[in-house]
């Protein structure tokens, strides 16, 4: 028997496979062969479960009092127990407060450690294989994409999002973009919008685009691009488009019956307009980050950075 940095009590006989009892060792080695032993075994305990408290729970600091919780990485609803504040952890707008918050369910599935290092990827990114080639001619080309169970946690948010305003039709598979590049992109420019404005007034959306079949391919391989004619005639302004009803996407998308759901930095809007190239400059000088179809109630947003837009999903549906 050796103590080493991993512990094996074994038998001398060499067939023999018996565990022995921690506590029956004491009577088979001196006390402090035994007592390194326990050590090792208590740390090993000890660093176990802070690592499963570091998967599951996330520390928060309450905006309002600053006290330190920890929190269920899955949920965003945070109550302050000192100050009884309650937010969104996600996007630290009041709660209720905002009828965005199912959005920041499906934001939430990212987690947030990949926005405080660039190079990692999004809690819910898997190692996978293509989804594409689980059936021929279907999306070739696509980068590395995983399937989203529709039972899940990610999928069900997907679909409650999706049916708002398309209750006529079924989703029958969500196709998940793991682009890395185009999200470090995106991830680099959430940062400095985070840095000028607040998390609070990032205002990141899940939104829909439909696209003629023909691009989802490349769209999904090299993001949303602003210099390309839209099909809708830019009319709040010369960028991309996006909805936050995929009734509205379906237009754009043909007989596809494929549509993306897209991760937007949609920040502060303005009201569109066909001639603006960039949005215009606010009281202070800073660029709009978006423009939209009616301030007091958009639900059309016209992007001019592709940075501010992630790919995130490619849905595919039916009519029931």
């Not at 010369?238 to 009803?245: A, D, H, V």
Request: hydrophobic share 30%; net charge neutral; proline share 3%.
């Amino acid at each position: 028997m050796n103590v080493k940095d991993q512990i094996h009590l074994t038998c001398p006989v060499e067939t023999c496979w018996e565990i022995i009892d921690i506590e029956l060792v004491t009577r088979q080695i001196d006390p402090l062969t035994y007592d390194l032993l326990n050590k090792k075994l208590l740390n090993r305990q000890e660093s176990a479960s802070e690592e499963v408290e570091e998967y599951l729970y996330q520390k928060i600091s309450c905006l309002s009092c600053k006290t330190i919780a920890a929190m269920d990485k899955k949920a965003i609803h945070f109550k302050c127990r000192n100050c009884s504040k309650e937010y969104c952890s996600y996007c630290h707008k009041d709660w209720p407060g905002s009828n965005l918050h199912n959005e920041c369910r499906l934001l939430n599935c990212s987690g947030t450690k990949c926005f405080q290092e660039l190079h990692v990827p999004p809690d819910n990114w898997e190692e996978s294989y293509s989804a594409l080639n689980i059936e021929q001619n279907e999306l070739k080309g696509l980068p590395k994409t995983s399937l989203v169970s529709l039972n899940g946690r990610e999928g069900r948010a997907i679909i409650s999002l999706f049916i708002q305003t398309s209750p006529d039709l079924w989703i029958t598979k969500i196709i998940r973009l793991q682009n890395m590049k185009l999200w470090e992109k995106y991830v680099l420019k959430r940062k400095h919008m985070v840095e000028e404005i607040g998390v609070s007034n990032v205002n990141e959306r899940v939104l829909f685009h439909g696209t003629n079949e023909k691009n989802i391919s490349l769209i999904s391989e090299e993001g949303f691009d602003m210099r390309v004619e839209t099909a809708n005639g830019a009319l709040f302004g010369k960028g991309t488009y996006f909805s936050t009803t995929s009734k509205y996407s379906q237009i754009y998308s043909g007989s596809s019956n494929k549509m993306f759901m897209v991760r937007v930095l949609c920040g502060y809007s303005v009201q569109g307009s066909a001639s603006y190239k960039r949005p215009p400059k606010d009281t202070s000088g800073r660029l709009y980050d978006s423009c939209v179809n009616n301030e007091s109630g958009p639900n059309i947003y016209c992007l001019f950075d592709n940075s501010q837009c992630y790919p995130a999903y490619v849905i595919e549906y039916k009519k029931k």
